[in-house]
């Protein structure tokens, strides 16, 4: 479904991610797992083409065939806006302050998807009420509720909108341990029940074990090691990748 | 890189505004107050450089003494608002508590009062020399200076080395003067800037009106304060070059204060 | 909710008023001299002692100033703002007089700045890096450096000396019907002043907010999950009109102490020029009335930016702040 090859992301001339290359398969829970500052997040504004300005991504990144890389505007917008849902790593921060949620979870669901007002409301209350939220934030500003909501709101929009590519960028580093174990078991049932394709990004090793199916290490910009979960825990083929390994035991 | 070229270019013409006024006597053709009647009205040109008001004095003489008047105004004004913002602020946010909070209450409620309009009602009955009008742009103008050395004090309060500086028993004074204040600096330099282009513009304004600086002495508002009738009768250049002067100063005082608050910038010095 | 909210307001603005007046009153009577002159300025000299002694004892000069401001205060509101020393007229009908004047200049300048700032400002920090946005940064900064009653000077000489197409003072033609189109004629060249000395510097702040909003991490995600540009922009804008709003409520009191000095230029028969005449005829009466009244302008613009803050702000409506 993705295919990168050869990506490299300068900076002001400083490359912080080099000759990377991974795929995402469909229907799998693709992990990369590195440590802050290895060039997971820029990989991922990368694909999107959000990069701040003044860096450059150079190489190919194919969705379904498709160069996102030279990909014109009008092109990317429209599969940002129809094949790809994004959720990030600070929800508390993912939402207008002064918007109320009701039109915000619209423009992120039924919005793109061109469902009426009225459509969005039917589905989405089936949607909150599954994932324990009063409709009542419906009516509420994003200070009015917790991280942990605002973060299952956007599980709600991606539930909604059931994407060819899921992206969570440390969708759970901003949360509590109760509340990433509920967020692990959700990307769980979406893959599962509606066949979604993740591409995650965590630090979080235990994660990585609990839901992945193919992992990608990165370490300084560089991709060291990809595979199946189950064989590179087996056998990790790269230095940097053992001593990740033996840090979590 | 063009921050710092900008930054040099209006130091340099803000450096050569004020050694020009303050050496008046030496650039001057004419004394300022030199009268001759046989030249009143004399557009710029041969022997009058910016040409003659209505007493036959010379205009760039006036000009440069007039800025001696002026910027002094405004330079002892913002000391003395300096001096006591910093005290006012200071206190405020060194002792905190219910103390900080009365304090800023009464400064929030001065802040809303035009500062112009209480200028005017000590003008009313305190007509005096320059002194006197320093005096009142100075007590008048501290209230953003105290707000931001308040800020600042509570902010670096909390700070780490200040922390460690009173488990060591620094007395209070080396804490406040030592650290509290000297790390306040970038922030009270910028502000202090702002109150000096401030300073500027109410002198000339009020001694444009008539009821600033006595109309013996020349200033830049004074001299436009005869420009307007002037202008009447097509004297333009009366007024032109007293604005002019004006506008550059604060022009280069307004672009060296953009640079300095640049926070890019900052974090290079720091 | 709304109510208690205003409420609070109203009183906050009423104590600053008791400030000003406070204050206004103490320095005029701090002032050396003998009470007397300083009350009836220049009509003093005519007074013989007797008469002095007299004026003294009714209003009580001869008092401690806490005394004469406490008898002040009691007139003042029960809505007797005393005599024009200098005219002889009830200050109160002097003020209504002016009034007008002064609210047509504040609102028509003040329209035409927050209009013109909104859309230069917005151009400018929607399009980063473009011509407009280089462009305001330096143009607001030459713009805020003159002087207003200079650029007057300017227009005058002109407009009204060299064209000879505007009038360079007063409100209205003497002799003339007082019409519409006169006052407008009139009110032109101040109130250009005022608005083009003023609009580039609102403009900036509202072109550097946006521009810190347009970096906020909400609007990554916005983009970064397709969310239409015309909505983002809308979002960016809400926001930014909060510093923006705040920025104006910081700057009216200056902004009515400028005017003050544009009316003067012009003799535009405002509250301003009104209060520099006052001052350089010693009418005390009229100062603290004309005192008075700016300080109720200032205060009640200031409610209304708060309304409309209130309006825009949830956080403000919902309380946020104070957590």
Redesign the interface.
């Known amino acids: 479904m993705l295919n990168v090859d050869r990506l490299t992301i300068e900076i002001d001339g400083k490359c912080v991610v080099e000759e990377s290359a991974f795929s995402v398969r469909p229907g799998k829970i693709t992990s990369i797992i590195g440590e802050s500052g290895s060039g997971k997040s820029m990989t991922i504004a990368a694909l999107l083409t959000i990069l701040p300005l003044g860096a450059k991504a150079t190489g190919h990144a194919l969705f379904n065939g498709r160069n996102l890389l030279d990909a014109s505007k009008k092109e990317m917008d429209a599969i940002r806006k129809t094949h790809i849902f994004t959720i990030f790593q600070d929800a508390a921060n993912s939402f207008n302050p002064s918007v109320k949620m009701e039109r915000q979870l619209y423009t992120f669901s039924g919005g793109r998807r061109g469902d009426t007002v009225q459509q969005f409301r039917t589905k989405m209350t089936g949607l909150l009420d599954e994932l324990e939220l009063s409709v009542d934030i419906l009516k509420q500003y994003p200070f009015e509720l917790s991280g942990g909501m605002l973060q299952r709101c956007m599980i709600a929009c991606a539930l909604y909108v059931a994407p060819d590519l899921l992206i969570a960028d440390e969708p759970t580093s901003s949360l509590d341990r109760v509340l990433q174990k509920e967020f692990i078991e959700l990307l769980k049932r979406l893959n599962e029940e509606q066949g979604t394709t993740i591409l995650l990004i965590t630090h979080d090793l235990d994660v990585v074990v609990e839901v992945a199916h193919e992992m990608v290490v990165m370490q300084a910009g560089k991709v060291v090691e990809t595979g199946s979960v189950a064989t590179i825990f087996k056998q990790p083929g790269h230095p940097y990748t053992k001593r990740l390994l033996d840090s979590r035991f | 890189m063009k921050s710092r070229k900008s930054l040099a270019f209006w130091c340099v013409v803000l450096g050569l505004i004020v050694a020009m006024t303050v050496f008046a006597g030496l650039f001057s053709t004419y004394g300022p107050n030199e009268m001759d009647m046989d030249t009143i009205y004399q557009p710029p040109g041969k022997g009058h450089v910016l040409g003659t008001d209505h007493l036959g004095r010379d205009v760039f003489s006036r000009l440069l003494e007039g800025g001696k008047v002026t910027l002094t105004v405004a330079g002892v004004s913002v000391i003395l608002s300096f001096i006591i913002g910093v005290l006012y602020g200071g206190i405020s946010g060194y002792i905190g508590g219910a103390v900080d909070v009365i304090m800023m209450r009464f400064l929030e409620a001065l802040i809303t009062i035009p500062s112009l309009i209480l200028i005017l009602a000590f003008q009313a009955f305190m007509q005096g020399g320059m002194w006197s009008m320093a005096l009142i742009i100075g007590v008048t103008g501290w209230l953003v200076t105290a707000r931001i050395v308040r800020s600042e004090f509570i902010r670096l309060k909390e700070a780490e080395f200040v922390k460690m500086a009173k488990m060591f028993g620094t007395p209070m004074w080396k804490i406040i003067f030592g650290h509290l204040l000297r790390n306040s600096v970038p922030a009270i330099f910028v502000v202090t800037l702002v109150n000096f282009t401030g300073a500027v513009f109410i002198e000339v304004s009020l001694s444009f009106l008539g009821i600033g600086v006595p109309s013996a002495i020349p200033s830049w508002g004074n001299m436009l304060f005869y420009a307007q009738n002037d202008i009447l009768i097509g004297a333009w250049w009366i007024g032109l070059f007293p604005g002019i002067m004006i506008f550059l100063t604060i022009l280069a005082i307004n672009f060296i204060g953009e640079v300095l608050k640049d926070p890019r910038r900052r974090r290079l010095d720091a | 909710m709304i109510s208690k909210w205003i409420g609070k307001r109203v009183v906050?603005g009423i104590?600053?008023l008791f400030?000003?007046s406070f204050?206004?009153f103490f320095?005029?009577h701090a002032?050396p001299?003998d009470p007397a002159t300083?009350f009836y300025g220049g009509n003093a000299q005519t007074l013989n002692a007797a008469e002095k002694e007299r004026i003294s004892r009714v209003f009580s000069l001869d008092r401690p100033v806490i005394v004469q401001y406490g008898a002040w205060l009691w007139e003042t509101v029960q809505g007797n703002f005393g005599y024009s020393s200098k005219e002889g007229r009830p200050v109160s009908v002097i003020l209504f007089e002016r009034l007008p004047n002064t609210l047509l200049l504040f609102s028509v300048t003040m329209f035409f700045i927050i209009v013109g700032s909104i859309w230069l400002g917005t151009v400018a920090g929607m399009k980063a890096g473009s011509m407009w946005d280089k462009g305001l940064?330096t143009i607001s900064?030459?713009s805020?450096?003159?002087?207003p009653?200079?650029l007057g000077?300017?227009f005058?000489?002109f407009f009204s000396?060299k064209l000879g197409i505007l009038p360079?003072s007063g409100t209205e033609d003497v002799g003339g019907d007082g019409g519409l189109m006169d006052k407008i004629r009139h009110l032109i060249m101040p109130a250009a002043v005022i608005i083009l000395t003023h609009v580039g510097i609102y403009a900036r702040f509202l072109q550097e907010s946006i521009k810190t909003e347009s970096n906020?991490?909400?609007v990554?995600?916005?983009?970064?999950?397709?969310?239409?540009k015309r909505?983002i922009q809308k979002?960016i804008l809400?926001?930014a009109s909060?510093p923006y709003l705040n920025y104006i409520g910081?700057t009216?009191?200056?902004f009515?102490?400028?005017a003050?000095?544009v009316e003067?230029?012009f003799s535009w028969a405002g509250l301003g020029q009104l209060?520099?005449k006052?001052?350089?005829t010693?009418d005390?009466p009229l100062?603290m009335g004309g005192?008075l009244s700016?300080?109720l302008l200032?205060?009640s613009s200031?409610l209304i930016i708060d309304l409309v803050m209130y309006g825009?702000?949830?956080?403000l409506r919902?309380g946020?702040y104070s957590k």
């Open positions: 906050m104590i600053v400030i000003v204050l206004s320095i005029m002032a001299g300083a940064s900064i030459a805020s450096s003159i002087p009653f200079w000077i300017l005058i000489s000396v360079s906020k991490y909400y990554l995600v916005a983009r970064a999950n397709g969310v239409a909505e979002g809400r926001n909060i910081m009216i009191p200056s009515f102490g400028g003050v000095i003067s230029l209060m520099v006052a001052v350089m010693k005390f100062i005192i700016i300080g200032v205060v200031l825009v702000d949830p956080k919902k946020a």
